[in-house]
């Protein structure tokens, strides 16, 4: 039985940045206002992530680490609605808890007693009292300890820490109403401080050069709205990478977006160079599919060339009127 939950959490857990992502939206969904994650050696040592949520009482905690237990799915409607909350498997913590050394101490808000959980190869070791502020703190060590054949597959430590910064900073700029710092090998690798505005979290993620170039786009078709910020021709990098772009809130990588985005540039940007974009798409929930692959960040749309065309007008508008 063990054997099995080892290779079902494979599908679930690819590499540090999947762990991330799980305790990130965990975070978010318990109401954070600040969350702050370190990793050591790209995350394949360490993982530790640490908010000021809800958090969780002893009950809580024992539950939240068992096979098939969220606490995010009132009743069937619910699902057929369409879940708001970000995660509603109540898989998550069980399943990298099966692959690493997991430890969580939490306490709720405005509760009196902490807890501290320790759970190891897919069994609870311990579960105490501890001293801790409000709030969550996880940890995720050795990931892949007992799973060699997995941890095989892992990538140099550069290469997994930039797959973690991926996901930290599309969660950043994604929420700029929460204040989320990163942290790598003890180095402070950016802190937004959750102030609400774009503006102010693109300076935190990219700098002061990057986020001067940036000019904000708004434009509300019928249909689809877009809004954010996107780069001076000139201020480009030879990666797409820094081209991010959300659907209705969540982070996509999505062909049609960036053709678009890359349109409305028309022959401005130098061979093979991309710009710095941050682009909010909001459309009718049933104008695409999220859910064409949960890891891949794809989407499919209803009508690809509307939105396209809508998209690079809205980026047009925005270089035009900033006279670039
Ligand atoms: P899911 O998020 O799909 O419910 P998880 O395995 O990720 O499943 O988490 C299980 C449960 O543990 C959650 O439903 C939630 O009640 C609790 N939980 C997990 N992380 C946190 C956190 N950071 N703060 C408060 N509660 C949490
Ligand atoms: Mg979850």
């Given at each position: 039985e063990k054997t099995i939950q080892r290779i079902a959490a494979g599908e679930v857990v690819e590499r540090p940045a999947s762990v991330v992502k799980e305790l990130f939206e965990n975070s978010l969904d318990a109401d954070a206002t600040r969350i702050s994650v370190a990793v050591d050696a790209g995350g394949v040592e360490g993982v530790r992530i640490r908010d000021d949520g809800v958090g969780m009482s002893e009950d809580d905690l024992e539950l939240a680490?068992?096979?098939?237990?969220?606490?995010?799915?009132?009743?069937i409607e619910d699902l057929e609605a369409g879940?708001?909350?970000?995660?509603?498997?109540?898989?998550a913590l069980h399943t990298i808890g099966a692959v690493s050394r997991l430890t969580i101490r939490s306490k709720p808000r405005g509760g009196d007693v902490g807890t501290e959980l320790q759970y190891e190869g897919g069994e609870v070791e311990s579960i105490r009292p501890a001293g801790c502020p409000e709030g969550t703190v996880v940890e995720v060590d050795d990931l892949f300890y007992n799973t060699p054949a997995r941890r095989k597959f892992l990538k140099t430590t550069a290469t997994e820490f930039d797959h973690v910064n991926a996901v930290v900073t599309h969660y950043a700029l994604a929420n700029p109403d929460v204040a989320v710092s990163l942290e790598h090998d003890d180095r402070e690798v950016f802190a937004t401080?959750?102030?609400?505005d774009l503006q102010s979290t693109v300076l935190s993620v990219y700098g002061r050069e990057v986020a001067e170039s940036m000019v904000p786009v708004d434009r509300d078709a019928p249909g689809v709205s877009v809004s954010g910020l996107v780069s001076h021709p000139?201020?480009?990098?030879?990666?797409?990478?820094?081209l991010s772009t959300f659907v209705n809130d969540r982070y996509v990588t999505d062909r049609v977006l960036r053709e678009a985005v890359l349109d409305a540039y028309g022959g401005q940007l130098d061979a093979d160079r991309y710009p710095f974009a941050v682009l909010f798409v909001e459309v009718?929930?049933?104008?695409?599919?999220?859910?064409?692959h949960p890891r891949k960040m794809e989407v499919r749309w209803d009508d690809e060339t509307g939105v396209k065309r809508d998209v690079t007008e809205a980026v047009e508008d925005a270089l035009l009127s900033n006279g670039l």
């Open positions: 680490v068992r096979e098939h237990t969220t606490s995010k799915i009132g009743d879940v708001g909350t970000l995660g509603f498997r109540g898989e401080e959750g102030r609400g000139e201020t480009t990098r030879s990666t797409r990478d820094y009718a929930p049933d104008a695409v599919d999220v859910n064409v």
